[in-house]
Nanobody
Framework: QVQLVESGGGLVQPGGSLRLFCVASGLTFSSYTMNWYRQAPGKERELVATITNTGDTRNFADSVKGRFTISRDNAKNTVYLQMTSLKPEDTAMYYC?????????WGQGTQVTVSS
C-alpha cells in the first residue's frame, strides 16, 4: 500500500520560513517524479514545485521562484520543500504527489498559514 505522509506545516509570520517533509512508502521512490501542490480555500490546486527521480531537474511555479527550493533524499524516501520569504498568499494546504507513468499518488496534506 502506497503512503505519502506530509509534515512540517504550521503558522508562520510573513517573511518567515518553513520546511515541509513528505515521506513515501510502498513504492520504488527513486523511480518517481515528486511534486508539491497547494490549494487555498476557494482556489484550484496549483503545482508549486517538481523534482525528477534523480533530482537532476527541478521546476517551480513563477509565484515561488527564488523563494522555494525542492530537494529529495532517495535513501530516505523523502522529498522536501524549503519555503522562505513566506507571504500571506502562500497560505494553503500543501500536498505531496508521486508520479510515474500512469501511477499517481497523493498525501493527505499539511496546512501552511502565513499571518501576523
Amino acid at each position: 500500500q502506497v503512503q505519502l505522509v506530509e509534515s512540517g506545516g504550521g503558522l508562520v509570520q510573513p517573511g518567515g520560513s518553513l520546511r515541509l517533509f513528505c515521506v513515501a512508502s510502498g513504492l520504488t521512490f527513486s523511480s518517481y517524479t515528486m511534486n508539491w501542490y497547494r490549494q487555498a480555500p476557494g482556489k484550484e490546486r496549483e503545482l508549486v514545485a517538481t523534482i525528477t527521480n534523480t533530482g537532476d531537474t527541478r521546476n517551480f511555479a513563477d509565484s515561488v521562484k527564488g523563494r522555494f527550493t525542492i530537494s529529495r533524499d532517495n535513501a530516505k524516501n523523502t522529498v522536501y520543500l524549503q519555503m522562505t520569504s513566506l507571504k500571506p498568499e502562500d497560505t494553503a494546504m500543501y500536498y505531496c504527489n508521486a508520479k510515474f507513468i500512469r501511477f499517481s499518488y497523493w498525501g493527505q496534506g499539511t496546512q501552511v498559514t502565513v499571518s501576523s
